[in-house]
């Protein structure tokens, strides 16, 4: 057999075997995806502790013995949920970077992706992943310590850079502050004992650390970013 022929051939073989992989595959990546988004849905609604494996097979149409095919426990599907939730949440936090005018442009647009977040979130779900999945918590623990202090960090330094932050600012502290002051209202503490939403009371908190940054012009333009943010509010409302 020459080696043109060989070459065919084995392009042929090839072709072939991808064509009988290639479903199973689908099949693998698509089920394996659909178990660990209707947990992700399950986990972000009732939290982690009251849903069962049970539970999200139930609501799948799946036998439980099908999850254990994808996930080993539910430990490695937590895991599994926490590190989409990161990676979605760093995607986002560079999309917003990108796509802000200004510092203040990017905290107002950070206000919008926790409303995305927070409006469907459990409060109890950070406490429950800390005492009942320590592994998946500490990957968290990290993004938070790690990342989402340097996004901060990066924005207050850019801030001060554009005019728009007081020039005066200790920016280790402030990030530090900022990172920590985030987990206060998952703290059973503090949001048992107030009537509002968890959004509601980190957009709070935001704005007050906000209006703690800006200089004479930082004020004006956030004044302005949250009078155009509350007409689109309620704008989208009376839709």
Do not use: W
């Amino acid at each position: 057999m020459n080696k043109l022929k060989k070459n065919l051939l084995e392009t042929l073989v090839t072709q072939k075997v991808s064509l009988v992989l290639c479903p199973i595959m689908t099949v693998v990546i698509d089920t394996g995806e659909r178990i660990k988004q209707k947990a992700a849905d399950l986990f972000m609604q009732y939290g982690l502790r009251s849903v069962s494996m049970d539970d999200i097979a139930n609501g799948l149409g799946i036998s439980k013995k099908t999850i254990y095919q994808y996930y080993a426990d539910k430990d490695e599907l937590v895991d599994a949920f926490i590190t989409e939730k990161i990676n979605h949440n760093q995607s986002c936090c560079e999309l917003d970077k990108d796509a802000a005018e200004n510092a203040v442009h990017e905290i107002f647009l950070a206000i919008d992706m926790m409303m995305e977040i927070m409006s469907s979130m459990n409060p109890a779900l950070l406490f429950e992943m800390q005492k009942y999945h320590p592994a998946a918590f500490e990957r968290f623990y990290k993004h938070k310590n790690d990342y989402l202090f340097t996004v901060i960090k990066d924005n207050l330094l850019r801030g001060i850079k554009e005019g728009l932050f007081r020039n005066d600012l200790n920016v280790d502290i402030l990030a530090r502050f900022r990172v920590e002051s985030m987990m206060l209202p998952f703290q059973p503490d503090f949001h048992t004992k107030t009537k509002y939403t968890l959004f509601e009371i980190e957009e709070e908190l935001l704005l007050h650390y906000l209006f703690g940054l800006v200089s004479e012009r930082g004020y004006q333009l956030t004044v302005q970013y949250q009078q155009q943010r509350l007409k689109k509010l309620d704008s989208d409302e009376t839709k």
